[in-house]
Structures are given as structure tokens and as C-alpha cells.
């Protein structure tokens, strides 16, 4: 079993910063990769960003290119998302996912099967 737990939301204005967190624990998945996902109220889950674990890969959304950086702890099992010049439409639950499939950044839902419970981002002023 594996038990991924988010930490780091919380309300932010426009233009500030945030930094998540997430921790796998329950056995290492050092070399799978590790997702950030949003969801805002009424709309379907967004890929946010991925981190590889066979090789120090990122992928990223094309709404938080140039804003987000993902980045790894292989030996904690935890992957940061640094969110810099945050805007209103940042505003979502974003939940961290673990694969145990694939150690390439994958940005499909469907390739993570360990899933957080999701932390609120709220971005206002």
C-alpha cells in the first residue's frame, strides 16, 4: 500500500508564491514518476506537472510553463511544486499522484494510480 499526502495550500494574492509538497510512504517508488494535478470547482482534472524518476525529466502544463518548477527527492519519496506570479485562474484542489508504471513524466491521469487527498490553492486579493 501506498499513501501519498499533499501539505503547503493554502490563500495567496495574485502575483505571490506558494510551495507544495508530497510524500509517498508505504514503499519506495524512487523510479516511478510523481504528478501534480489540479481540479477547480465545475471544471475536469488539469495536469499540472510531472517529475520522472528513472531520469530527472519535467513535464508541464502549458497554463503554468515558466511559473511552476516540479523537483524531486528521490530519498524522501517527495516531490515539490514551487508556484511563482500565481493568478486567479491558479485557484484549485491540486492533488499529487504516484505512478507505478512508468518512470517517464507522464501527464495522463491514467498513469498514476496512488492518489492524495488534494490541498486548496486559493489565489484573491
Known amino acids: 500500500q501506498v499513501d501519498v499526502v499533499e501539505s503547503g495550500g493554502g490563500l495567496v494574492q495574485p502575483g505571490g508564491s506558494l510551495r507544495l509538497s508530497c510524500t509517498a510512504s508505504g514503499r519506495s517508488l524512487s523510479n516511478r514518476a510523481m504528478a501534480w494535478f489540479r481540479q477547480a470547482p465545475g471544471k475536469e482534472r488539469q495536469f499540472v506537472a510531472a517529475r520522472g524518476g528513472s531520469a530527472d525529466a519535467s513535464q508541464y502544463g502549458d497554463s503554468v510553463k515558466g511559473r511552476f518548477s516540479v523537483s524531486r527527492d528521490k530519498a524522501k519519496n517527495t516531490v515539490y511544486l514551487q508556484m511563482n506570479n500565481l493568478i486567479p485562474e491558479d485557484t484549485a484542489v491540486y492533488f499529487c499522484?504516484?505512478?507505478?508504471?512508468?518512470?517517464?513524466?507522464?501527464?495522463?491521469?491514467?498513469?498514476?494510480?496512488?492518489w492524495g487527498q488534494g490541498t486548496q490553492v486559493t489565489v484573491s486579493a
Open positions: 499522484a504516484v505512478s507505478e508504471t512508468t518512470g517517464a513524466p507522464a501527464t495522463a491521469s491514467w498513469m498514476y494510480q496512488h
